[in-house]
């Protein structure tokens, strides 16, 4: 019984301890955030479609962020997208902003 009891605690020391392993990140790409920060530089794909939970006073500010003044006009189309006018080293443009909040002049 000894002897038995002795291998079945070997045993449980030689198996590794399974629940302590890490779980993964949550965004296993970090290089592509859901949301750009204004110096992060745009997604070249920008103004990307998507469900966006930008209110207008955040897309506003964001726009401000990103350099423009005066951003006026602030409308939500079918695809998500903010778009506006606003002006940037004195010239008037129309502006976009996505659901990732890549501001993008066209």
Known sequence: ???LLAAALLTVMAVPALAQTTAP???P??????VTTPNSGNNPGAPAAGA???TEGQAKSRIEAAGYTGVTGLM???DGIWRGQATK???SQAVSLDYQGNV???
Request: hydrophobic share 30%.
């Open 52 to 54: 966006n939970s930008f």
């Open 29 to 34: 790409n970090p290089s592509t955030p859901a």
């Open 25 to 27: 990140a949550a965004n």
């Open 1 to 3: 019984m000894r002897h």
């Open 104 to 106: 993008v002049p066209k």
């Open 76 to 78: 939500k189309d079918k």
């Open 89 to 91: 080293a004195g010239k």
